[in-house]
């Protein structure tokens, strides 16, 4: 449960605010107006706040609720600007297109492609094979988390195929994220980088109607997950 005690609005008020954020291409302004039109009145700076600090929470609890997802994975990273600065966000999605694992990092290197495959196992479980494209550093991501299994007895290892074409799913499944971020024109720190995008990803994962009882509409399921 995302705890929300000692705010002055209603837990709804503040989910809705959040929601209509991380889910539509509004800046902070336009969800101002929005809310004021239906009698809540909140300051933009108010509604950036409570977007950075319940998004985490939110996808945190969005992980644990997903439903299943199936063990061939596609891995790749597309572009953010913080501070003026491209980083990296490292995204897996499965076969079948449900949002796996998310992950910003500042570097795209072996050390951050191996966290991020790190990250994605210990929230998904061993996949049976990867994805990727010709990138050197997620070869070695991979190859270290082969190493890795190997060290602990275990003799199951990850199959690595590096076939672009067949990325084609995770790469489309970029857009949405993009076409959200893009009205924002860069963050102007990464640690607000990182819980808006947390909760983009969630909202995405929403709309591919990863969670169960998804017959109700999206800001339900959204509620329901921060209940």
């Given at each position: 449960?995302?705890?929300?005690?000692?705010?002055?609005?209603?837990?709804?008020?503040?989910?809705?605010?959040?929601?209509?954020?991380?889910?539509?291409?509004?800046?902070?302004?336009?969800?101002?107006?929005?809310?004021?039109?239906?009698?809540?009145?909140?300051?933009?700076?108010?509604?950036?706040?409570?977007?950075?600090?319940?998004?985490?929470?939110?996808?945190?609890?969005?992980?644990?609720?997903?439903?299943?997802?199936?063990?061939?994975?596609?891995?790749?990273?597309?572009?953010?600007?913080?501070?003026?600065t491209w980083c990296y966000l490292y995204r897996a999605v499965d076969k079948h297109g449900d949002t796996l694992d998310f992950w910003l990092s500042e570097k795209r290197d072996e050390v951050a492609a191996t966290q991020f495959f790190k990250r994605t196992i210990e929230n998904n479980g061993l996949p049976e094979k990867v994805?990727?494209?010709?990138?050197?550093?997620?070869?070695?991501?991979?190859?270290?988390?082969?190493?890795?299994?190997?060290?602990?007895?275990?003799?199951?290892?990850?199959?690595?195929?590096?076939?672009?074409?067949?990325?084609?799913?995770?790469?489309?499944?970029?857009?949405?994220?993009?076409?959200?971020?893009?009205?924002?024109?860069?963050?102007?720190?990464?640690?607000?980088?990182?819980?808006?995008?947390?909760?983009?990803?969630?909202?995405?994962?929403?709309?591919?109607?990863?969670?169960?009882?998804?017959?109700?509409?999206?800001?339900?399921?959204?509620?329901?997950?921060?209940?």
């Amino acid at each position: 449960m995302v705890d929300m005690k000692g705010s002055h609005f209603p837990k709804d008020v503040i989910l809705y605010g959040v929601w209509c954020y991380v889910r539509f291409s509004l800046s902070y302004r336009d969800i101002e107006e929005l809310m004021l039109e239906r009698g809540v009145s909140v300051d933009h700076s108010t509604l950036q706040r409570w977007v950075e600090k319940y998004s985490p929470l939110i996808a945190s609890q969005g992980q644990k609720r997903k439903r299943a997802t199936a063990g061939s994975w596609r891995m790749d990273e597309t572009y953010i600007k913080v501070k003026g600065t491209w980083c990296y966000l490292y995204r897996a999605v499965d076969k079948h297109g449900d949002t796996l694992d998310f992950w910003l990092s500042e570097k795209r290197d072996e050390v951050a492609a191996t966290q991020f495959f790190k990250r994605t196992i210990e929230n998904n479980g061993l996949p049976e094979k990867v994805v990727i494209d010709k990138s050197g550093a997620n070869l070695a991501g991979l190859e270290n988390m082969n190493i890795l299994l190997f060290l602990c007895g275990c003799f199951r290892f990850i199959e690595i195929i590096q076939i672009k074409y067949l990325n084609n799913i995770i790469e489309q499944d970029h857009r949405f994220i993009k076409r959200i971020t893009k009205p924002m024109q860069g963050f102007k720190a990464f640690a607000s980088a990182q819980a808006t995008l947390a909760g983009i990803e969630i909202a995405h994962m929403i709309r591919k109607k990863q969670f169960n009882n998804q017959n109700q509409n999206s800001f339900q399921t959204f509620k329901d997950i921060a209940a």
